[in-house]
């Protein structure tokens, strides 16, 4: 079922080749935002860069670059509102169905430069945009179709499902009950720990292949799947799955 949605996904995209064409046009927005800390940033955007930093700031700046022809950068707005605790920012919010946008053969390429309070929750959905973020102090959850991730020296719980892109994670600390769980298809994994990092790890893949430089103590295993335990288990879990995507553990 997962397989057949990417697969849907993917020949949708499909649609969208070509739309940057010569009468690009470039929209600078530049707007700061209040979001106390343990709040939470929900952004979507479909393709760009996405670079999201945490700072001793106690607001939200959004640096946004927008490409794309002039009518569809009218018809494709970029709406930031809050709702309750949360911040969102959607980078294509169209006012026609996604069928009339297929048809139209248009989309707005937007990068995304953002400075955050450290202590706050982040909830990405991007399909190929690369997304980046450093030093949050919060729950992560990053979806991805063709995107590279990278989250650089983040504390918290991480959840990120994507596709083809890889996927890199370095975890500034190891708290009580941490949890990592990473969903791919065909991306490979990285993932650095410290070496106070604890907890039980299940990996599950068709085809890929898990190493690690920390030491581990296997539980159980069979042809496409293992349990076993870093650094004598409990306090956290670790938990990967892929099809044909190798997981890297390492300091």
């Known amino acids: 079922m997962r397989n057949s949605a990417f697969a849907a996904f993917a020949v949708f995209a499909l649609s969208f080749t070509g739309a940057l064409g010569a009468q690009t046009e470039i929209e600078h927005v530049n707007r ?12 979507k955007n479909f393709s760009g860069r996405v670079t999201i930093t945490a700072s001793d700031r106690s607001d939200i700046a959004i640096d946004a670059v927008r490409r794309g022809d002039r009518a569809w950068l009218d018809r494709s707005k970029l709406d930031i509102h809050t709702d309750g605790s949360t911040l969102v920012v959607d ?7 996604w069928l009339d946008w297929s048809r139209r053969n248009r989309i707005v390429e937007t990068d995304f430069d953002i400075k955050v309070p450290r202590k706050i929750d982040v909830d990405v959905n991007v399909f190929s945009s690369s997304v980046t ?9 990053i979806h991805g179709f063709s995107s ?3 989250l650089e020296d983040v504390t918290g719980s991480v959840q990120v499902h ?5 996927v890199e994670i370095r975890a500034k600390t190891w708290v009580e009950n941490q949890s990592i769980d990473v969903d791919t298809f065909s991306g490979n994994v990285e993932l650095h720990v410290p070496d106070s990092a604890r ?6 893949s ?6 690690s430089e920390m030491p581990l103590t296997l539980h159980s295993s069979s042809r496409r799947s293992f349990m076993a335990e870093l650094g004598g288990g409990a306090g956290g879990n670790l938990r990967f799955k892929t099809f044909s995507g190798s997981v890297q553990i390492d300091r």
Do not use: D, I, Y
């Open 91 to 97: 980078a294509n919010q169209v006012e026609h169905s």
């Open 32 to 43: 700061t935002e209040k979001l106390a800390s343990g709040g939470t940033l929900r952004l």
């Open 133 to 141: 973020v450093t030093g949050v102090e919060g729950s992560h959850k």
């Open 148 to 150: 590279k991730l990278r």
């Open 199 to 204: 907890g039980t790890v299940s990996f599950n």
């Open 206 to 211: 068709f085809s890929g292949h898990l190493n």
């Open 162 to 166: 994507t596709f083809s892109g890889s």
